[in-house]
């Protein structure tokens, strides 16, 4: 009965002993939960997944008691992606990407081992490890109504998630997942110094670089990276000239160095709109542009969120 401790902090002993009956599924040699081999109906595991999942659906519509909330295990095949393996138990992808940790498309690398829910939701980690685990955290309230609190094994780690029913994301989560919420800023640039913690060029002592150092020729056009609202702009001993745009979801970029400023605080830019151009103004040791992301003030890793390559 082990495979059921996710839901023990919500059904009665009584409730977990019919589940037994109800799920008599072979479980994986390495994993607690019901197995699934094959995304085929003849798979006794995928078919229990699918008619639970379809029974969500219905019971949605009729008002029908919903199936209690069971995990599957399932190892995607190589020529598998999320959107495939979520088309075929017909759940969003992003019910399967926030239960299994994966930061977006591109991080889905089959074959690979995955929990599969028996119907639809947000999972929100209650210690998110990655960016987009803390923006789905950052603005949903722990108190809703007819939320679930689990804790899923895997991998021999625990993991402890609120898990809200029928949820989905929102616009900015998902373009945030898909990585578009942030285009490139300059139409070509070399990526000099990243993220983390570096050896300052000109205390020589170690200090916390919280953007990027984009180098490009002085004159090249920076973008505005998204659509915002352009909060701040001047001059600073570090940053030199420089640009702060506001954005949905508590965003916000930062543009340094600039040589020159082309908008001021109050002007309300479009993705791609040219904002300034590249100089090395402030503390610069050559020609480039320092970028930063900041959701609620805080830095977080531009890599993670836009591609770093040339667009």
């Not at 929100?124 to 685990?133: A, G, K, M, T």
């Not at 094994?153 to 900015?172: A, P």
């Not at 919280?210 to 505005?224: F, L, S």
Request: proline letters at 6%; charged letters at 20%.
């Amino acid at each position: 009965m082990s495979f059921y401790k996710i839901i023990t902090k919500t059904l009665p002993l009584v409730s977990l002993l019919l589940l037994q009956v109800l799920y008599p599924v072979i479980l994986c040699a390495d994993s607690i939960y019901p197995a699934i081999k094959f995304l085929r109906m003849e798979d006794p595991g995928f078919k229990q997944a699918v008619d639970d999942i379809n029974r969500y659906y219905k019971a949605e519509i009729t008002g029908d008691q919903i199936p209690p909330l069971i995990l599957f295990a399932y190892t995607a095949k190589r020529d598998e992606t999320l959107f495939s393996v979520s088309a075929r138990f017909n759940l969003p992808y992003e019910t399967i990407a926030l239960l299994n940790g994966i930061r977006s498309p591109e991080s889905f690398a089959a074959p690979i081992e995955l929990l599969i829910p028996n119907r639809p939701g947000i999972f929100i980690s209650l210690e998110p490890r990655n960016d987009l685990e803390r923006l789905i955290k950052s603005w949903r309230s722990p108190a809703v109504s007819g939320s679930i609190e689990i804790t899923v094994q895997t991998g021999g780690q625990k993991k402890d998630f609120l898990f809200l029913s029928g949820e989905r994301f929102h616009n900015i989560e998902r373009s945030f997942f898909l990585n578009v919420l942030f285009r490139f800023p300059l139409p070509k640039g070399v990526i000099t110094s990243g993220y983390g913690s570096r050896v300052s060029p000109f205390s020589h002592e170690q200090h916390f670089h919280h953007g990027v150092d984009i180098a490009a020729p002085i004159g090249t056009e920076v973008y505005a990276a998204a659509s915002g609202i352009v909060t701040e702009g001047g001059q600073d001993a570090a940053l030199g000239n420089y640009i702060v745009i506001s954005h949905t979801g508590n965003f916000s970029t930062i543009y340094g160095h600039l040589s020159e400023s082309y908008v001021i605080a109050g002007h309300k830019v479009q993705s791609g709109a040219i904002i300034g151009t590249v100089g090395s103004t402030g503390l610069s040791t050559g020609p480039h542009l320092h970028f930063e992301i900041r959701n609620s003030g805080k830095s977080w890793d531009p890599s993670d969120m836009l591609s770093i390559k040339e667009p």
